[in-house]
């Protein structure tokens, strides 16, 4: 099945994201609230009705939640870009995403310890990228 054309604009984004995010430990905000609001036209012109974007936003409020109740070691950007990727694919594969994302953090975390790296924060969006990536194949 070949990748349709919104797909690559989605690994795009999230590619320039990912390596902001290694670089600079933060997202490209002002590019992510672009990418949310062309999510929310490409939907609402392809038919999507209002529900599937307020569900695809989900994931993102519940890790903004989690970055509260962490108090910020889970970075509020990483949940902005989330919410924005939600947006764009719907609230299941946003929330699969989050959740194999988590996954794969959670390995590289594992192997960079083993490793004999000292603590230390490890961008998230990155993973994501790997998750979005992992779910087009299969």
């Not at 430990?25 to 999510?39: M, N, S, Y």
């Not at 946003?94 to 310890?113: C, E, K």
């Amino acid at each position: 099945m070949p990748v349709e054309i919104h797909e690559v604009f989605i690994l795009c984004v999230t590619g320039l994201n990912a390596a902001y995010d290694l670089r600079k430990k933060q997202i490209l905000l002002w590019p992510t609230v672009v990418f949310a609001a062309a999510g929310v036209i490409f939907n609402l012109v392809r038919g999507e009705g209002a529900f599937f974007i307020i569900y695809g936003l989900i994931p993102g409020v519940l890790m903004a939640g989690l970055s509260f109740l962490s108090g910020s070691a889970v970075g509020l950007g990483d949940a902005i870009f989330i919410g924005a990727l939600g947006v764009w694919t719907g609230g299941k594969e946003a929330l699969l995403t989050l959740l194999i994302a988590f996954g794969i953090q959670a390995a590289v975390s594992v192997l960079y310890r083993i490793l004999g790296g000292r603590k230390k924060e490890l961008p998230f969006i990155p993973a994501v990228l790997a998750a979005h990536i992992l779910l087009l194949i299969l």
